[in-house]
């Protein structure tokens, strides 16, 4: 059992780290900050799941003030990455979306990466999968109530 945890440690950790580089080339090679990068994922994954995401709930997932957000918003959208539409439920509301610039270079990026991964899981079966499902579900859970101890946590530097 400790052979197969510590393989799966190396594995996440390769796998995390193989992640990293490839969405650091994505953003180096479209000319966005890392920070560019969480933010577009939040919009997809936002619109993913018919949430609609508006920049103060932006600013909160990034930990960004509302000044910073606002920059980052701007400069997303001059180049075509989101767009601030109303919210169709409350027209009051700005709320913003994943946009066809985004798409675009996204797909050309990462349409490859889709293939092969559709073409890895078509080797499993359904049990696997379930089975492999429940983990990650399970590892992201983890990760994510262990970052947010240590942000509610952070001790600050005394000045020097």
């Excluded at 490859?112 to 559709?118: C, I, K, W």
Aim: charged share 25%; aromatic share 4%.
């Amino acid at each position: 059992m400790t052979e197969r945890r510590d393989e799966l440690i190396r594995l996440l950790q390769a796998y995390t780290t193989e992640s990293a580089r490839l969405a650091d080339e994505f953003a180096t090679r479209h000319g966005l900050h890392t920070t560019d990068l969480h933010a577009l994922i939040a919009v997809l994954a936002a619109e993913g799941r018919g949430v609609p995401l508006t920049a103060g709930r932006l600013a909160a997932h990034l930990g960004l003030s509302s000044g910073a957000t606002t920059a980052l918003v701007d400069r997303m959208e001059r180049h075509g990455y989101v767009e601030r539409v109303r919210d169709p439920a409350d027209r009051r509301r700005v709320v913003l979306t994943y946009g066809d610039e985004a798409a675009r270079v996204g797909r050309a990026f990462f349409g490859p990466l889709g293939a092969d991964m559709d073409a890895l899981v078509g080797g499993f079966s359904d049990a696997e999968l379930a089975a492999v499902q429940r983990f990650l579900a399970g590892v992201v859970e983890m990760v994510a109530a262990r970052r947010a101890a240590h942000t509610s946590t952070a001790i600050s530097r005394p000045s020097e």
